[in-house]
């Protein structure tokens, strides 16, 4: 038996993609295929289990599956050392959107666009393929535990915010050294807080935080102050090149999730927030007016937040969920 492997599965909207790691959490292989969303909890499922196959294969120097996993150079590396033996996954780490009750493995609420996802079983179907333990986790949840995961002892941080700044804003909070998930699985879900202008949000209600910062949120302000169709890294391009209206947009971006720290600093006493996602790739745009937005609602006796970008690829939510199942071994 070769030494433990971790795989992490991060079952998304539009792709699933499955990872594995050594027990470093480096990453030796990695591959993704569109999600069967709507064909139901069994064929996700079957796809993560065939991919999990797959990258198993090709790192024990079996290739040829015809699903395009590769390899990353730590994982030649790998198979190199450990030529002739089996890799051994010895443990599974799932993250997944949504409400997911992490103690037992099971989607508690899910989009519509996922059919027969909510109330699914997740973790006794993975063990009917492997049977190691499964840990799972909602998406931001483990975005989270992934950027606090290999943190050296003098960067560690007794109480965080995750933000995820996607199409819509998620978040979630680490408390005390460890990921909080409140009496529902949903604590730190920050993106549907009032009090955010007059804008209507995603979930249909108005003057969320979601509807000033979340990119779908950025593309519709857009549409409705110019007409264009551009999406949110069209309209940070846009800003770059000097567009006012534009600017002003990740302004109030970046003010709207400052206020959102402050109201997370004046009740958590948190000492970092880390920000995520697709619309925080325009960092250079968002950072300015959060740094602008944390001077102008200062909270009173609370320590300074700091601010940090999350910028560490695709594999966030995989690597977050197999530092989840680590702790399982
Ligand atoms: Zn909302």
């Given at each position: 038996m070769t030494s433990p492997l971790l795989l992490g599965i991060d079952i998304g909207g539009t792709k699933i993609m499955a990872c594995l790691y050594d027990s470093d959490l480096t990453l030796l292989a990695a591959t993704s295929v569109p999600t069967p969303a709507s064909e139901g909890g069994d064929a996700m499922i079957a796809a993560a289990c065939a991919m999990g196959e797959t990258l198993a294969l090709d790192l024990g120097g079996?290739?040829?599956?015809?699903?395009g996993a590769t390899l990353t150079e730590a994982g030649k590396a790998w198979a190199e050392t450990h030529a002739g033996e089996t890799p051994n996954i010895a443990a599974i780490g799932v993250g997944a959107a949504g409400l997911i009750d992490s103690e037992n493995g099971v989607v508690t609420a899910a989009s519509d666009?996922?059919?027969?996802?909510?109330?699914?079983e997740v973790r006794s179907a993975l063990q009917h393929w492997r049977d190691v333990p499964v840990a799972m986790e909602n998406d931001v949840n483990a975005f989270l535990i992934a950027q606090m995961a290999n943190r050296p002892q003098s960067e560690q941080r007794r109480s965080v915010l995750g933000l995820m700044l996607g199409t819509g804003v998620g978040g979630a909070l680490w408390l005390n050294g460890g990921i909080f998930r409140g009496t529902g699985y949903s604590a730190g879900e920050i993106g549907h807080i009032p009090g955010f202008d007059d804008v209507p949000c995603t979930c249909g209600?108005?003057?969320?935080l979601e509807g000033l910062a979340g990119g779908r949120g950025i593309a519709r302000l857009w549409h409705e102050a110019t007409g264009g169709d551009e999406d949110t890294r069209e309209v940070g391009d846009l800003a770059r090149s000097g567009d006012e209206r534009a600017l002003a947009l990740w302004d109030q971006a970046g003010d709207s999730v400052a206020k959102a720290v402050a109201i997370c600093q004046s009740l958590l006493d948190i000492d970092e927030v880390v920000i995520g996602g697709s619309v925080a790739k325009s960092w250079d745009l968002l950072e300015p007016a959060i740094r602008r937005g944390i001077e102008a609602y200062p909270v009173p006796i609370a320590r300074e937040v700091a601010i940090a970008h999350a910028?560490?690829?695709?594999?966030t939510v995989a690597r977050g969920a197999a530092a989840s199942a680590r702790l399982l071994l």
């Amino acid at each position: 038996m070769t030494s433990p492997l971790l795989l992490g599965i991060d079952i998304g909207g539009t792709k699933i993609m499955a990872c594995l790691y050594d027990s470093d959490l480096t990453l030796l292989a990695a591959t993704s295929v569109p999600t069967p969303a709507s064909e139901g909890g069994d064929a996700m499922i079957a796809a993560a289990c065939a991919m999990g196959e797959t990258l198993a294969l090709d790192l024990g120097g079996e290739s040829g599956s015809g699903l395009g996993a590769t390899l990353t150079e730590a994982g030649k590396a790998w198979a190199e050392t450990h030529a002739g033996e089996t890799p051994n996954i010895a443990a599974i780490g799932v993250g997944a959107a949504g409400l997911i009750d992490s103690e037992n493995g099971v989607v508690t609420a899910a989009s519509d666009s996922f059919q027969g996802w909510a109330g699914y079983e997740v973790r006794s179907a993975l063990q009917h393929w492997r049977d190691v333990p499964v840990a799972m986790e909602n998406d931001v949840n483990a975005f989270l535990i992934a950027q606090m995961a290999n943190r050296p002892q003098s960067e560690q941080r007794r109480s965080v915010l995750g933000l995820m700044l996607g199409t819509g804003v998620g978040g979630a909070l680490w408390l005390n050294g460890g990921i909080f998930r409140g009496t529902g699985y949903s604590a730190g879900e920050i993106g549907h807080i009032p009090g955010f202008d007059d804008v209507p949000c995603t979930c249909g209600a108005r003057g969320h935080l979601e509807g000033l910062a979340g990119g779908r949120g950025i593309a519709r302000l857009w549409h409705e102050a110019t007409g264009g169709d551009e999406d949110t890294r069209e309209v940070g391009d846009l800003a770059r090149s000097g567009d006012e209206r534009a600017l002003a947009l990740w302004d109030q971006a970046g003010d709207s999730v400052a206020k959102a720290v402050a109201i997370c600093q004046s009740l958590l006493d948190i000492d970092e927030v880390v920000i995520g996602g697709s619309v925080a790739k325009s960092w250079d745009l968002l950072e300015p007016a959060i740094r602008r937005g944390i001077e102008a609602y200062p909270v009173p006796i609370a320590r300074e937040v700091a601010i940090a970008h999350a910028d560490d690829g695709d594999d966030t939510v995989a690597r977050g969920a197999a530092a989840s199942a680590r702790l399982l071994l």
